[in-house]
């Protein structure tokens, strides 16, 4: 892959686009394309498809994708099935069309089983039931890694897919009910220490464990896989190896935040999967390896969270 090369960043303005974006520009790629929403309607077949043509690019990162947190997955089902299936489905025809070099596909921990062995290598996939609370939008992304192996294993096409743990961190969506566990507690916690309470509610019984991944870490490795010359697997998991519990990380949380009330779980709320640690042997075998612990991540949350109040907030 050369500087000059075009590359489409789909997703762009979302968490983990953006951070690719930066990830990119500072790697002296100039030549990037950012379409926002207004600009690029991935959900229209056609507009995607034209889109492509009239731009060429060399390259796609696709990573735009209806995503949320744990209620948000178990309530808006069909939405999150149906929206991502056709983002993808739009994508991948077009790239096929305008003969698109290489195609970086964002997948997510919550394809693999509800009960695989921890940690969870890529060997697990479809080997049983998934988690019930995530299972539409994991259908979805089980869906968009097949397309991307079964366009390499039928047309030769360079296409592949990194599966993220759960990733946090700037330009994050910080809404007290949607969001992922860390943006959640953030956004739920600043106003808990407004309105003066003295009690916070953790969802569920703070028992689960999860791994989080600072999303500029994510953004390295999708470069780092961008750039790799040779073969390489279907897909790959990209993750820490180390996991901490839901209140662990509720209590970290306060701490930073200043919370000085008591703790409890609304256990009305899903745990959803105990565990969810990934194994990364094969992703750190390519010389990746995460820079950004879990403590500065949340610092550098909190802080993006105070910074701005734009409507991400
Ligand atoms: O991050 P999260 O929403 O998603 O929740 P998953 C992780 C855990 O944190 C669950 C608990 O056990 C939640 O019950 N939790 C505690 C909270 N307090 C909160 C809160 O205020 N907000 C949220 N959101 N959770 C998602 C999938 O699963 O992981 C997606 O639903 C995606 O499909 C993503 O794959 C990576 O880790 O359970």
């Not at 379409?35 to 995607?48: C, F, I």
């Not at 999150?80 to 921990?109: M, P, T």
Request: aromatic letters at 10%.
């Amino acid at each position: 892959m050369k500087q000059s090369d075009k590359i489409l960043i789909l997703g762009s303005k979302g968490m983990v686009g953006s951070a690719i974006v930066r990830n990119l520009q500072s790697d002296n790629f100039s030549n990037l394309l950012t379409p926002g929403r207004s600009e690029l309607d991935l959900l229209s077949q056609k507009e995607t498809l034209e889109y492509f043509m009239a731009n060429k690019p060399d390259h796609v990162v696709l990573a735009a994708a209806k995503v949320g947190g744990i209620v948000a997955n178990n309530t808006y089902r069909a939405d999150y099935l149906i929206e991502n299936l056709s983002i993808q489905n739009n994508v991948f025809e077009a790239c096929f069309k305008a003969d698109v070099d290489k195609l970086l596909f964002l997948g997510s921990s919550c394809i693999y089983p509800k009960n695989s062995e921890q940690p969870i290598r890529e060997e697990s996939l479809l080997t049983g039931p998934l988690e019930p609370t995530n299972e539409p939008y994991a259908i979805a992304k089980i869906a968009g890694l097949k397309l991307a192996e079964n366009y390499k294993r039928q047309y030769g096409k360079n296409y592949m897919s990194v599966m993220p743990t759960n990733l946090f961190g700037e330009n994050d969506y910080f809404h007290p009910e949607k969001s992922h566990v860390i943006p959640g507690l953030i956004a739920r916690m600043d106003d808990a220490i407004k309105k003066d309470q003295d009690e916070f509610s953790i969802w569920g019984s703070g028992n689960p464990k999860r791994e989080f991944l600072y999303v500029d870490d994510m953004a390295q490795a999708c470069v780092t896989v961008l750039k790799h010359e040779g073969d390489l697997p279907y897909f790959l998991n990209v993750g820490t190896g180390e996991d901490i519990s839901i209140k662990e990380v509720a209590q970290i949380i306060a701490k930073e935040m200043g919370f000085k009330g008591k703790l409890v779980f609304d256990t009305s709320k899903p745990d959803g999967m105990m565990r969810k640690l990934l194994d990364v042997s094969k992703i750190k075998a390519l010389g990746w390896s995460p820079k950004i612990g879990f403590q500065e991540g949340i610092k550098k949350s909190i802080e993006f969270y105070y910074s701005t109040d734009n409507l991400r907030r």
